[in-house]
């Protein structure tokens, strides 16, 4: 869709945990989506009643991985619906941008990935350098790796290198 004011309903089948999320700024859409969850009940009377349970913007990079600069301004959340109830998600845009989005909804899906960048000789805290090491023999070079989590994966990972050139090698980490 695009961002205005979107509402979205569902009746969860069974309790579980959802993620929720919104894509949009990671589209290279200018805009920065806001996505509430309204949970739906009805009083003795009959009367609907609706009344928020969550409310998810934007998603900071993951923990150690500044470096990589991973933040967005697109919402990701987890809900645990409850078997039965009818929920509501409000879609907007603080930017009042437009701008096309998608929501997800899906089951948790606990996995990792790992991100590998050599380190750069320079720095500016506001510029990402990128650099390709040059490993001159008997020398060593420093790669930055960040283990990103997903979902609750908390598991140890680990990290080794096979099928490298004679003379080069790299010791087993474990994250």
Known sequence: GHLDKDWFSFTAEAARPLVVEVVSHRLGVPSDPVLVVHKVTRDAAGAEQSAPVAEFDDSPGP??????????????????????????LFVTDRFNSGGRYRLILRDPQPDFQVLV?????????????????????????????????????????????????SGISMAETIV
């Open 63 to 88: 923990p150690g991985c500044d470096r990589f600069r991973l933040g967005s301004r697109d919402p990701v959340g987890r809900l645990a619906t409850e078997a039965g109830a009818t929920y509501r």
């Open 117 to 165: 960048m050599p380190e750069s000789p320079a720095s500016d805290a506001k510029a990402l350098m990128r650099w390709t090491p040059l490993l001159r023999r008997q020398g060593t070079t420093v790669l930055n790796v960040a283990v990103v989590r997903q979902d609750g994966f908390d598991e140890p990972v680990t990290l080794a290198a096979d099928g490298l050139p």
